[in-house]
Protein backbone atom coordinates (compact mmCIF):
# COMPACT_ATOMS: atom_id res chain seq x y z
CA UNK A 1 0.00 0.00 0.00
CA UNK A 2 2.77 2.45 0.91
CA UNK A 3 4.34 1.34 -2.39
CA UNK A 4 1.38 2.78 -4.28
CA UNK A 5 1.32 6.26 -2.39
CA UNK A 6 4.61 7.00 -3.06
CA UNK A 7 3.99 5.83 -6.76
CA UNK A 8 0.88 8.09 -6.78
CA UNK A 9 2.85 10.96 -4.95
CA UNK A 10 5.58 10.80 -7.65
CA UNK A 11 3.06 11.11 -10.31
CA UNK A 12 2.07 13.46 -8.79
CA UNK A 13 5.17 15.58 -8.56
CA UNK A 14 5.99 15.13 -12.30
CA UNK A 15 3.01 16.21 -13.70
CA UNK A 16 2.92 19.41 -11.13
CA UNK A 17 6.49 19.99 -13.28
CA UNK A 18 5.04 20.10 -16.40
CA UNK A 19 2.46 22.27 -15.75
CA UNK A 20 4.38 25.29 -17.25
CA UNK A 21 5.52 23.44 -19.93
CA UNK A 22 1.87 23.35 -21.22
CA UNK A 23 1.52 27.35 -20.38
CA UNK A 24 1.97 29.13 -23.73
CA UNK A 25 2.86 32.94 -24.01
CA UNK A 26 1.84 34.27 -27.55
CA UNK A 27 2.61 37.49 -28.15
CA UNK A 28 2.55 39.81 -32.15
CA UNK A 29 3.09 43.13 -33.41
CA UNK A 30 0.01 44.41 -35.60
CA UNK A 31 -0.70 48.04 -36.59
CA UNK A 32 -3.99 50.18 -36.81
CA UNK A 33 -4.17 52.51 -39.01
CA UNK A 34 -7.17 53.97 -38.41
CA UNK A 35 -8.98 54.09 -34.67
CA UNK A 36 -10.22 50.91 -33.51
CA UNK A 37 -12.70 49.64 -30.04
CA UNK A 38 -12.07 47.25 -27.90
CA UNK A 39 -14.81 46.41 -25.32
CA UNK A 40 -14.95 50.30 -25.25
CA UNK A 41 -11.92 51.72 -24.75
CA UNK A 42 -10.66 53.45 -28.01
CA UNK A 43 -7.22 52.41 -29.77
CA UNK A 44 -5.65 54.93 -31.58
CA UNK A 45 -3.98 54.54 -35.02
CA UNK A 46 -0.16 52.93 -34.38
CA UNK A 47 1.49 50.09 -33.65
CA UNK A 48 0.81 47.55 -30.72
CA UNK A 49 2.59 44.54 -29.04
CA UNK A 50 -0.26 42.08 -28.28
CA UNK A 51 0.25 39.66 -25.34
CA UNK A 52 -1.50 36.81 -24.12
CA UNK A 53 -1.29 33.46 -22.20
CA UNK A 54 -3.38 30.48 -22.74
CA UNK A 55 -3.11 30.44 -18.82
CA UNK A 56 -5.20 33.41 -18.05
CA UNK A 57 -7.98 35.17 -19.77
CA UNK A 58 -6.56 38.12 -20.33
CA UNK A 59 -4.84 40.16 -23.20
CA UNK A 60 -2.13 43.30 -23.23
CA UNK A 61 -2.22 45.54 -25.63
CA UNK A 62 1.06 47.60 -25.71
CA UNK A 63 2.24 50.49 -27.30
CA UNK A 64 5.76 52.30 -26.84
CA UNK A 65 6.74 49.69 -23.65
CA UNK A 66 3.50 50.67 -21.88
CA UNK A 67 0.52 49.00 -21.69
CA UNK A 68 -2.28 50.93 -22.98
CA UNK A 69 -5.14 48.08 -21.85
CA UNK A 70 -5.45 44.75 -21.03
CA UNK A 71 -8.89 43.10 -20.93
CA UNK A 72 -10.66 39.68 -20.21
CA UNK A 73 -10.26 37.82 -23.84
CA UNK A 74 -11.37 33.86 -23.69
CA UNK A 75 -9.00 31.64 -26.20
CA UNK A 76 -11.25 29.94 -29.36
CA UNK A 77 -10.68 27.49 -31.95
CA UNK A 78 -9.68 27.84 -35.45
CA UNK A 79 -10.65 25.60 -37.71
CA UNK A 80 -7.05 25.99 -39.22
CA UNK A 81 -4.04 27.13 -38.21
CA UNK A 82 -3.90 31.03 -38.97
CA UNK A 83 -1.57 32.10 -42.41
CA UNK A 84 -0.77 35.81 -40.52
CA UNK A 85 -1.42 37.68 -37.20
CA UNK A 86 -4.48 39.67 -37.84
CA UNK A 87 -7.60 42.06 -35.71
CA UNK A 88 -10.58 40.82 -36.75
CA UNK A 89 -13.23 43.58 -36.73
CA UNK A 90 -16.81 44.50 -37.25
CA UNK A 91 -16.97 47.98 -38.31
CA UNK A 92 -14.56 49.86 -35.80
CA UNK A 93 -14.86 47.07 -32.88
CA UNK A 94 -12.02 44.65 -32.55
CA UNK A 95 -13.53 41.19 -32.01
CA UNK A 96 -10.60 38.62 -32.21
CA UNK A 97 -6.76 38.32 -32.26
CA UNK A 98 -5.58 35.86 -34.57
CA UNK A 99 -1.93 34.49 -34.39
CA UNK A 100 0.36 33.47 -37.05
CA UNK A 101 0.91 30.00 -36.93
CA UNK A 102 -1.90 28.74 -34.26
CA UNK A 103 -4.75 27.16 -34.48
CA UNK A 104 -6.69 28.85 -31.62
CA UNK A 105 -7.52 32.93 -31.40
CA UNK A 106 -8.47 35.56 -28.95
CA UNK A 107 -12.40 36.44 -28.69
CA UNK A 108 -12.86 39.37 -27.65
CA UNK A 109 -16.67 39.77 -27.18
CA UNK A 110 -17.89 39.92 -23.94
Given at each position: M?V??N????????????????A?????????D?????????????N???????????????R????????????I????K???S??????E????I????????????Q
Amino acid sequence: MRVHVNHLLAVLAVMALAVPAWATRVATDLSLDQPAKVQGTLLQPGNYHVIASDQDNRVKFMRDNKVVAELPAHWINLARKADYSAFVKNGEEIQEIDFAGKAMALDLRQ
